[in-house]
């Protein structure tokens, strides 16, 4: 069953931004806060995704990215 959430307290500037972003996508604020919403529930928080990152090994050390930037580097010119 679908859920209501209300939100207190929204300063004047937070506000006018959500519904210039609001505007901006054709939605209304209500809209966009639940698009927002559904995205937000969808991912992993940002704690939960540094530390699954954390856990992988890349393979490339330090020297090998300093490397690859120098190349970067050098390419540009």
Request: proline share 4%.
């Amino acid at each position: 069953m679908p859920k209501t959430i209300q939100v207190r307290d929204i300063d004047d500037e937070v506000y006018a931004g959500l519904r210039r972003r609001a505007a901006e996508e054709g939605l209304s604020v209500p809209e966009l806060l639940r698009a927002e919403a559904t995205r937000l529930a969808a991912g992993p928080s940002i704690a939960a995704w540094l530390n699954s990152t954390r856990r992988r090994a890349s393979g490339v050390g330090a020297n090998g990215v300093l490397d690859a930037l120098d190349e970067l580097r050098d390419a540009r010119r």
